[in-house]
């Protein structure tokens, strides 16, 4: 078997119809390839939707909830990245937790992008054993173009400063978001 990586969307129980989708994680063009670190891949979805909805209680009690989507490794089950917004009562912005494999630049962050719209960058909070965690607050312009968007265009660097690319697909996402908000 390759050395490349496959990569399967992991998700639960939701709104959208099953379908076959492509995610491709890859450098971007103009950096050099490095052979096992940005390994291009299909991932599939075909028992569930793209977005999900969690909910748990607050530090007061009272339910919140989050919309996201989890991309894991086949071979490993390896959380690859994960992106999870919550809508706090009360507030405009969104709060965001984007989570990166261990092994990045740190201190480069991360990029996020809809489509080819402005970019967002936001700086990595920390590390543990499950990943490097960046948190971000969306303005409501940044989520509407994740609503009507098609891609959230997630990017950091490698260990080799090798820029990686990993496309999270939205469909879905507005469905989603409008239950939590």
Known sequence: ???????????????????????????????????GVAPRVAATNQNGPLWNKRCGKDEKGAEACEVFQSLVVTE??????????????????????????????????????????????????????GGCLALAEFSPKFIDAMRYGSTLNIVFLGGTQQKLHVPVNLKGFDTVWAQVR
């Not at 119809?17 to 492509?22: A, E, H, P």
């Not at 919550?86 to 996020?112: C, F, N, Y």
């Open 76 to 129: 490993t089950g390896q959380r690859l990245v994960e992106v999870a917004l919550s809508l706090p009562k009360g507030q405009d912005k969104a709060k965001a937790a984007i989570i990166v494999p261990l092994g990045i630049i740190v201190g480069a962050g991360v990029a996020l992008q809809v489509d080819s719209g402005e970019s967002l960058n936001v700086p990595i909070r920390g590390c543990d054993q």
């Open 1 to 35: 078997m390759s050395s490349k990586s496959k990569i399967i969307f992991l998700i639960a129980a939701g709104f959208v119809t099953g379908s076959l989708v492509f995610l491709f994680a890859f450098p971007d063009k103009g950096d050099k390839a490095v052979a």
